[in-house]
Every structure is written in structure tokens, then in C-alpha cells.
């Protein structure tokens, strides 16, 4: 049964209900954590890694439609936006003219569906927080289940452990935070255990698309679908060029010693292998986390492993209670989902524009999202008018939560298509119709107002006060 540590683990996730398959898998992590394991991937592992690029691929038409009609989509919606103040699926946020990204996402997929005749599939990994709140906002799309698939399933969680021996730590102040969740690895856990794998296949679809619900570049293309059909790779991963606010995330390579492709995270990166990680000319491209797999493949690998698929283990050290620095220190044991890319021989890797990769981790990206630097057309598709993407740094103290951006944007975003960057300083107010030129920069103010109309990057564009 293992040591007095994971005993104590899996009594504590057998009574909390969760899934065995889910049980089984921590119990690996654990093994590992016990021996030493670290995860970390050496920079003398691996070398840099090229891969074709998507806007050097043609797909006829009708057989980009063909994919579609045998591909299923998910998307990852555990997140509650904690990190911008919020405490329900941060899917639920207003993009634009009142819709949501589920909103956005719903109709993306209805109208795929209309176009190319594809039942498609949506369906949601969500997490015991943003299940009630993620049905509920979708119940207005009546024709969006499919029947025999369910419009959800829900990831898996584990126990936090104290760095000291192992064991579930006990957090009576809030025992919710006895608990994380395993990374997003966990999908492919919680799709076998909830057995919506096998309903998949008995359906009749052959590959799954999955990517995060912040990141509406991420349609289910039939231009992508079809390549990924034709190429009759088992697994397969969307990466884009990095650019210098990648410097610090993760990045693909390939391991020397197998030729296997990796994706290492920075939490998998030796300290003296920061330099290298920065390096945006080794290492070019990051994931998307868009990622095509074949339905067949997933289950037989499963099936071979016993529902353990053996991704690279991600350790991370943190406190019980997040806001509390003095809580005790706890591993929570991780996995990362693009990580799988190593499990399957023939994986492959395709370049696409960063027009496919728009995710909101920040106020500073609802800002570009919300702002005219994208339309949404009829298809409901994003499509960039403007000539870049312009950077944003607004003040943590002022525009950090959502509630206190949403103050300072009465009116909305400002007009940001012929904007470069935008450094805001301070406490700033936007009126209606502001446009912002080139750079911007403004500094220091208690109580700022940018008035209506302000073309900001002309002389005496704003008033302090």
C-alpha cells in the first residue's frame, strides 16, 4: 500500500469520492516525490526543435469538412480567475457587446456546425467551482448538447502535501484548501475514468481538440483538423514563435537521448538554465496549448499503462493558504497536458499565428481583447484589424481586479488599433472614446481622468485631477 503518507492520501481522496483511476495516478506522482523525482529537464537533455508551419499547408475544402465531422471539442474551464479578483469560471467575463467567452465559444462552435455540417461536439472539463456556474450561463444554447455526450466532465483533485514528511497536510481554517488541482494533465485521467473516452469512440469520432476557454484564437479549424487527419499523427500540438514576454514560459525541444519531443515548463528548469530558457533564438517556440489527439491512440496508450500515462511530474512548493506566507509549505504535484506530446512516437509540432493563440491571464490582455484591435465577425471568429498587437502595463494597484478595471473603463476599452504600447501609472480614468496612438505612457496620477475624445499620444492629451 506504500508509506504511512500515501496511505493517509488515498483514505483522504477514497472518502472525498474521487475517481480510483484518479487515486491510482497521484499514488505514481507519489512514488516519485518519495524517491527524489524533480521533473526537472537539463538544458544538456535536449536541443532545439523546427516544425512545419501552417501557412505553408493546403487542405482542400471538403476534406478540412470531413475532419470536423469526426472531431470533438474541449475546453478547459477550471479556472476561477482568482488571480484578477474573481471567484466563478473566469469564462463568465464580458469580452464584448455583452457576450462572454462561453458565449463567444458556443457560437463559434454552432456556427462550425452550421457551415460544414459537423455535429461537433462541445464539451467542457470543468472543476467542482465552475460547474454550477459554467451550466447554468450555457442553458441558453438549447441546441448545443449533442445527444449521447455530455455538455461536461469534471477534473480530478488531490491533496496538498507538507514538504516535511508527505503527508495531507490539515487546514481547518478552510479545508478547501487541503486540495489542489493536478495540473491539466489531469484531462486525459478524468476522460478515462469518467468513461466519456470510450463514449467518444463508440460515437464515432477520431480525434479530440482541446485548448483553454480564455483563449478564443483557439477555433477548431477545419484547415488545422484536416492537416492533423492527414498527417496520421497520434498527437499533435499548436506553437507559436516566442517573443520577448515569452521569455519566462515554457518552450518545445527535443530530448537527445530518444529524439522525442518535450515541452519543458519553467517550473522544470534548473536555475542555471534560466539563461537558456530566455534564449528566444535556441529555443523558438512555445505551446498554445491547443493540442489534437487521436481517440484511438489516447485509449490504447491508457489501456497499456493502466490509465497512468506516465507525464513528467511537476513539483510545486507553495504555502496551504496562498495569501498566507506564514501557512505551512506544501507540494502540490502537477502535470501539464502538452506534456504528453513525449508519450506518443510520431508526435508532431505545427507553427501557427499568434492570431490562434489570444489568452487572458491579465486586465492588461481583457484590455487588447475588449479593445478595436479585433473584430468579431458573423463566424464569431476573432480576426486582428489592427497592424500589431500592442503592449500593455497598466498599475497592479489600480487595474489588477476586474471590479477595479471595469471602474476606470466606464465607457470601454479605449480605441487601441494604432497603439504600439500603453503604460499606464497610477490611477487613471478612461472616458468615452479615447484613442490611443503609437506609445503611451502616463505617470503618477491620484486621481487621473483621460477625457472624451482624447486622442492620447498628441500634446495635453490628459489632466491630472
Request: glycine share 10%; proline share 6%; aromatic share 6%.
Amino acid at each position: 500500500m506504500g508509506s504511512p503518507g500515501l496511505q493517509k492520501a488515498r483514505e483522504k481522496m477514497l472518502a472525498a469520492g474521487v475517481d480510483e483511476v484518479a487515486i491510482e495516478t497521484f499514488a505514481h506522482y507519489y512514488r516519485l516525490l518519495e524517491h527524489g523525482e524533480t521533473g526537472m529537464i537539463p538544458e544538456s537533455t535536449i536541443d532545439p526543435v523546427d516544425m512545419e508551419s501552417l501557412a505553408d499547408v493546403e487542405v482542400p475544402d471538403e476534406v478540412g469538412a470531413e475532419a470536423l465531422r469526426t472531431t470533438a471539442v474541449i475546453k478547459l474551464n477550471g479556472g476561477l480567475g482568482t488571480s484578477m479578483g474573481m471567484d466563478r469560471a473566469k469564462s463568465l467575463l464580458c469580452v464584448r457587446r455583452g457576450l462572454s467567452f462561453l458565449d463567444i465559444i458556443a457560437r463559434q462552435v454552432l456556427h462550425l456546425r452550421k457551415v460544414h455540417g459537423a455535429t461537433l461536439p462541445l464539451i467542457f472539463m470543468n472543476s467542482f467551482r465552475t460547474s454550477g456556474d459554467t451550466m447554468a450561463a450555457l442553458a441558453r444554447y438549447g441546441d448545443l448538447p449533442v445527444e449521447g455526450l455530455p455538455l461536461e466532465f469534471l477534473q480530478n483533485k488531490e491533496p496538498k502535501l507538507l514538504t516535511s514528511d508527505l503527508s495531507p497536510v490539515s487546514w481547518p481554517k478552510d479545508p478547501d484548501l487541503e486540495w489542489c488541482p493536478p495540473g491539466h494533465g489531469d484531462l486525459y485521467t478524468a476522460l478515462r475514468g469518467t468513461g466519456l473516452l470510450a463514449r467518444l469512440l463508440e460515437a464515432g469520432y477520431e480525434r479530440v481538440f482541446v485548448s483553454n476557454s480564455d483563449n478564443l484564437g483557439a477555433v477548431p479549424d477545419p484547415v488545422v483538423a484536416g492537416w492533423f487527419a492527414r498527417s496520421g499523427a497520434p498527437f499533435a500540438i499548436e506553437a507559436v514563435r516566442r517573443t520577448p514576454s515569452d521569455r519566462k514560459g515554457g518552450h518545445f525541444a527535443r530530448r537527445k537521448s530518444d529524439g522525442r519531443i518535450v515541452l519543458r515548463e519553467t517550473a522544470q528548469t534548473l536555475d542555471e538554465d534560466k539563461q537558456a530558457l530566455a534564449d528566444l533564438d535556441r529555443h523558438r517556440y512555445c505551446s498554445t496549448n491547443n493540442l489534437w489527439f487521436d481517440l484511438r491512440a489516447m485509449q490504447e496508450a491508457l489501456d497499456v499503462r493502466e490509465g497512468i500515462l506516465g507525464l513528467p511530474m511537476i513539483r510545486n512548493v507553495k504555502n496551504v493558504d496562498p495569501g498566507d506566507k506564514t501557512s505551512p509549505e506544501v507540494v502540490q504535484v502537477e502535470t501539464a497536458m502538452g506534456a504528453a506530446i513525449e508519450v506518443f512516437e510520431g508526435s508532431q509540432l505545427i507553427e501557427v499565428g499568434r492570431d490562434r493563440f489570444v489568452p487572458v491571464k491579465t486586465t492588461n490582455d481583457l484590455l487588447v481583447l475588449r479593445s478595436d484591435v479585433y473584430e468579431i465577425g458573423q463566424d464569431f471568429v476573432l480576426d486582428q484589424v489592427a497592424g500589431n498587437i500592442p503592449f500593455v502595463d497598466l498599475d497592479p494597484d489600480h487595474y489588477k481586479l476586474v471590479g477595479e478595471f471595469d471602474k476606470r473603463f466606464p465607457e470601454g476599452a479605449p480605441s487601441m488599433r494604432e497603439a504600439s504600447s500603453l503604460r499606464v501609472n497610477g490611477d487613471w480614468t478612461f472616458c468615452k472614446g479615447v484613442s490611443v496612438v503609437g506609445d503611451v505612457a502616463l505617470d503618477g496620477a491620484s486621481n487621473g481622468r483621460i477625457d472624451a475624445g482624447t486622442v492620447l499620444g498628441e500634446p495635453a492629451a490628459a489632466s491630472d485631477g
